[in-house]
T-cell receptor, first 113, second 115 residues
Framework: AQSVTQLGSHVSVSEGALVLLRCNYS??????LFWYVQYPNQGLQLLLK????ATLVKGINGFEAEFKKSETSFHLTKPSAHMSDAAEYFC???????????WGAGTKLIIKP | DGGITQSPKYLFRKEGQNVTLSCEQN?????MYWYRQDPGQGLRLIYY???????QKGDIAEGYSVSREKKESFPLTVTSAQKNPTAFYLC??????????????FGPGTRLTVL
């Protein structure tokens, strides 16, 4: 069965520091991967998606993610954290066309001043 | 502006009552979805619809019902059979191209609390 694991339910970084949010998937076929962000009491907003065109994907708000097939990972990074990045981040994967996304449990990003 | 609206934002219900959550989109998307979100569990799919007058059960459809009479509308009814309905409910839509890269766009959510 397909699954997505996000390591760390909470990640805390200082303002200006590197942000690294981890996502690993299980799959025997090439996946399509998504990162979404959710601010408190709001819906989800697409940050970026991997569709096999390029392994390094750039998204909104300065975020990017790199697809590493050998590590079955799609970690999200940002060089310098900003207070406005405080939110919950979700990784999701789909491997077929049945319209279903498999979701990770989410990681709350906390930014320390 | 194009987007997805959900109403109400907060909803309170007494045990044993049915309640309907509204979801409307003006993106001209074919596919629509309902998710339930609980703390620490990510999103779980309740129902989805690929086209008007058709819908399929997701992973946790028991205690819920939907209809898709219009392309732009996909209301969700939480019935009294749902054992633990208190949660944050999210509606989403996508073009429904049948491609795995089809992107889902989300509404602002409705927080349902059963008293």
């Amino acid at each position: 069965a397909q699954s997505v694991t996000q390591l760390g339910s909470h990640v805390s970084v200082s303002e200006g520091a590197l942000v690294l949010l981890r996502c690993n998937y299980s799959s025997s076929v090439p996946p399509y991967l998504f990162w979404y962000v959710q601010y408190p009491n709001q819906g989800l907003q697409l940050l970026l998606k991997y569709t096999s065109a390029a392994t390094l994907v750039k998204g909104i708000n300065g975020f990017e993610a790199e697809f590493k097939k050998s590590e079955t990972s799609f970690h999200l990074t940002k060089p310098s954290a900003h207070m406005s990045d405080a939110a919950e981040y979700f990784c999701a994967v789909t491997m077929d066309s049945n319209y279903q996304l498999i979701w990770g449990a989410g990681t709350k990003l906390i930014i320390k001043p | 502006d194009g987007g997805i609206t959900q109403s109400p934002k907060y909803l309170f219900r007494k045990e044993g009552q049915n309640v309907t959550l509204s979801c409307e989109q003006n993106l001209n998307h074919d596919a629509m979805y309902w998710y339930r979100q609980d703390p620490g569990q990510g999103l779980r799919l309740i129902y989805y619809s690929q086209i008007v007058n058709d819908f399929q059960k997701g992973d946790i459809a028991e205690g819920y019902s939907v209809s898709r009479e219009k392309k732009e509308s996909f209301p969700l009814t939480v019935t009294s059979a749902q054992k633990n309905p208190t949660a944050f409910y999210l509606c989403a839509s996508s073009m429904g191209t049948g491609s795995s890269t089809d992107t889902q766009y989300f509404g602002p959510g409705t927080r349902l609390t059963v008293l």
